[in-house]
């Protein structure tokens, strides 16, 4: 890996690299192994929940490209890895954003080649920047349909998430979607309840603490009806799968 860009905290976990790390990345230091360990130690189910995430990426991108949907806006799209939407979509236009200094550097240096691609560097809470920015609004049309992400990252912002999501939801034309995955720990099972309350005890000791929100509050935030199944576990999205271990990420598409 490329070493970390100046000024970049080093000594303290950060949630991306952490992520990179269960994924079996290579852009994570010692220190967010560490903490990711210490996580996994708590709920150990945590990189199998990271995995499946990534799975449920995937199925959301095929997804839309088959409703004809050829652009994306990533929002905290993390250190670069194996199953980024631009792989999965290679025709499709891509905007990344992510406010990780690592995670950025890294993605320039993956994206230097590849020309329907871009990483902008900023804060997902402030949407005028992000929609402002060049690598966003010089690539992708919202004249036409957008798929907005927020995968495994909303849950990491603090407040009202509504409010965080409206903007843009506004931007959206017609025939857009908006998908996300939010861990929660209002689940059936009550030992994955406490599990997933032990990790984001845990999360408290990262740069990253994790806010834990209802399936109603999600709801709420998505605004616009939810494609079947609606608001489930990302195991279980778009097909429930009995035989696979639900991780606690509810996740769900939204159309507008």
Do not use: K
């Not at 903490?35 to 990189?47: G, K, V």
């Not at 095929?62 to 799209?77: E, M, T, V």
């Amino acid at each position: 890996m490329i070493g970390p860009p100046e000024g970049v905290d080093v000594d303290r976990a950060n949630v991306a690299r952490m992520y990179d790390y269960w994924l079996g990345g290579a852009h994570n230091f010692a220190v967010d192994r560490a903490q990711a360990d210490r996580i996994e130690a708590s709920n150990h189910t945590a990189r199998h929940a990271a995995r499946s995430n990534r799975d449920y990426l995937r199925r959301v991108v095929h997804r839309c490209l088959a409703d004809g949907i050829d652009q994306f806006l990533d929002l905290g799209s993390g250190v670069p890895t194996v199953g980024n939407v631009h792989e999965v979509a290679p025709a499709a236009r891509v905007a990344y954003v992510d406010h990780e200094a690592v995670a950025v550097a890294h993605a320039r240096q993956l994206l230097a080649t590849v020309d329907r691609a871009t990483i902008t560097l900023a804060d997902l809470v402030d949407a005028d920047t992000v929609l402002g920015a060049p690598g966003v609004a010089g690539l992708l049309d919202f004249d036409r349909p957008v798929a907005v992400l927020a995968i495994a990252v909303l849950h990491y912002v603090p407040g009202d998430l509504t409010a965080v999501l409206a903007p843009y939801r506004d931007r959206l034309a017609p025939g857009s979607a908006l998908a996300i995955s939010h861990v929660t720990d209002e689940q059936p099972d009550p030992d994955l309840s406490a599990r997933i309350r032990a990790a984001a005890e845990e999360f408290r000791h990262s740069a990253n603490p994790v806010t834990l929100r209802s399936r109603a509050e999600l709801a709420a935030a998505l605004g616009g009806p939810l494609v079947e199944p609606g608001l489930v576990d990302v195991t279980d999205w778009p097909v429930a799968r009995p035989d696979v271990v639900p991780v606690g990420m509810a996740c769900a598409l939204a159309r507008s």
